[in-house]
């Protein structure tokens, strides 16, 4: 099930394993009787492994599962089936007391640094409140938020204000200082500057790569937008429908994307330089994502798949009926296709 | 924060000059007067009365209707009055303006005069009489109010479309849907006549505050429960309880810390009005049980057209207002920040 590539790059056990991951939210209907209606199925059997020290990117369209898969992780949502390994451990099989002890090691940065945080919160002490709920406090408390403020670039003189009265940025900077104050070795970042301004994007990826690197840090790094992962991620994994479509190298992704769907986000992605923009293919795909309430049967994306229209009726109806796995191709990509070797 | 305070007991001045300025005109422009009764005095007493109430004043009857000095019974005066309509509209107005500087001198000392109905009582001593009793009683009805109103949204919010939420919320409608005069009654024949756990009536002892401090507290306990349970729902949806959870917070934490503090906005600003609302007695709950507070008083004021009486409960009330916006805002600024002046 994992790839070749995590196989061969870790001799170790890799940090994080997910393997057939399934969250399922329930939909009531009806006001006194309530009977369940149905099942939006937000992940449907997603598998991979992050190694240590790695950062895998995960991308695909607004509710195609990616931020609910990163909760998943966090057991912020109930998971319906499925495996999840932390550092050899079952976390699924964790709950109360020992599961609130063992978050310290897995924090996640939030997408909204404006509804993240706490607005009746100084800055102190949301920072310091992790290191409190966990029995790690003690005289050089303030010295230590301090510290962790200033390595995220917040100035520490600002530790007594409150939360509005700092720009996104800064906010999202104190979300990070926030998560990594507990030294977790494990974070999952959901779309940690798609709410910010472009001008400092930038300056928090950066941030981010910098403290990856002097943290020792495994990232789960998760957007919509393929330009922003592209350069902070080693491996890329697109998902569609709650099913991850493929899982590449980064550069692999961008050079070579094997899956349609991949090809239709390459192809949207906009070239900084206006001759090479004019003369941009862009495949523009057909219609909505379909209900997760109730997903199409075989391939998820057959649909809206550009290349279904060219297939042969036998191949076609393979796509229909028969729901494609991730398949390795020789040279570390995986790919769930049945129309690309 | 000391200098927005500051303000706005400043400011509470000017409002209460607007409040009652406004009544005082009204109380004029209303018709009939404290001295108008079924069985009517003799004109002599009653323009003696009305001399001695300022309800008549001798410089300006001179000024602009000398006629009337002479005049003897109340038909001769009303056909004196509009025999000259307009010398009789400024008579009034000019004695109205006598007796609104005359009253504010004395609200301004602290007096508000004497009463036009008792007439060997003046309101200062009623409301020395009447006000420590309905503080009480609103004391614990803002206390009632709060603990059980408290505790059940909060329960409510916790356990959202389980059986406790069900429970606390049917509760609550029945508490804001019972009306006073049921429920006092009934609570009196099951705590009183039935069990003989506290005495019916009158104000004697801290027993005897009980039952109307309960009755008085119900339908604010009630709707403090559903403002709880609304506000709690609301602040436990974003994102930043998430983030709560997500930092390894113990629950009771996340909700105490994170999610009542938030959840408590809709119900410090409600209980302003309410507060002013309980600390100016309820005419039903003191009915009922009997008991001497400030509410009968504003109902007999306005029938007995007992101006200086009804004036000084609806200053007061406004005084009770102010104040306890004041305080609302003032925790509105703890609670949440971003609601900070200045």
Known sequence: MLGRVMEEASTARPLVEVEDLRVHFPVYRGTVLKRKAAVVRAVDGVSFAIARGETLGLVGESGCGKSTTGRALMRLVPVTSGNIRFDGEDLLSLRGEVLRRKRRHFQMIFQDPYGSLDPRMTVFDIVAEPLLAHGMGGPDLRDRVQSMLERCGMNPRYIRRYPHEFSGGQRQRVAIARALILEPSFVVCDEPVSALDVSIRAQVLNLLVELQRDLGLTYLFIAHDLAAVRHVSDRIAVMYLGRIVELSPAAEIYRRPAHPYTQALISAVPIPDPRAEADRQRIVLEGDVPSPLAPPRGCRFHPRCPRFASLGAVQKARCREEEPLLRVLGDGRQVACHHVD | ?342
């Not at chain 2, 057209?305 to 925790?331: C, E, G, K, P, S």
Request: hydrophobic share 50%; with cysteine.
């Open chain 2, 1 to 342: 924060m000391i200098r927005f305070v500051l303000r706005r007991i400043l400011g509470i001045f000017p409002i209460l000059l607007v409040v009652f300025t406004f009544s005082f005109v009204l109380m004029r422009v209303a018709p009939g007067g404290p001295f108008d009764a079924e069985k009517p005095v003799p004109p002599e007493v009653k323009r003696n009365l009305e001399l001695r109430y300022r309800m008549r004043e001798p410089w300006c009857e001179a000024r602009f209707l000398p006629a009337l000095q002479g005049v003897r019974s109340p038909d001769e005066e009303r056909a004196l009055r509009r025999a000259s309509p307009w010398a009789s509209r400024a008579e009034r107005v000019c004695t109205g303006l006598f007796q609104y500087g005359w009253m504010l001198g004395n609200y301004v000392r602290g007096d508000f005069g004497p009463s036009y109905k008792y007439k060997d009582r003046s309101v200062n001593e009623f409301i020395r009489a009447g006000m420590p009793v309905t503080l009480q009683l609103g004391l614990l009805a803002v206390t009632f109010a709060l603990g059980i109103g408290l505790v059940a949204g909060l329960v409510a919010a916790v356990y959202q479309n389980r059986w406790p939420d069900h429970l606390a919320m049917i509760a609550a409608l029945l508490g804001i849907s019972v009306p006073n005069f049921v429920l006092g009654p009934v609570l009196i024949l099951v705590f009183s006549l039935g069990l003989l756990w506290f005495p019916p009536a009158r104000w004697e002892s801290l027993s005897h505050v009980f039952l109307p401090g309960l009755t008085l507290g119900s339908a604010y306990a009630a709707y403090v429960a559903r403002l709880t349970r609304g506000g709690m729902l609301e602040v436990v949806r974003q994102d930043f309880i998430r983030t709560a959870r997500a930092k390894g917070l113990p629950e009771r934490l996340v909700i105490l810390r994170h999610a009542l503090r938030g959840g408590l906005l809709p119900v410090v600003s409600y209980l302003g009005p309410a507060m002013a609302a309980l600390f100016t007695g309820s005419i039903v709950v003191e009915r009922i049980f009997n008991v001497p507070g400030m509410g009968r008083y504003f109902v007999d004021a306005a029938i007995n057209r007992d101006i200086t009486l009804a004036m000084a409960v609806v200053v007061v009330n406004a005084v009770f207002l102010l104040v306890a916006n004041l305080v609302v805002d003032v925790v509105l600024g703890i609670l949440d920040p971003r609601v900070r002046y200045e």
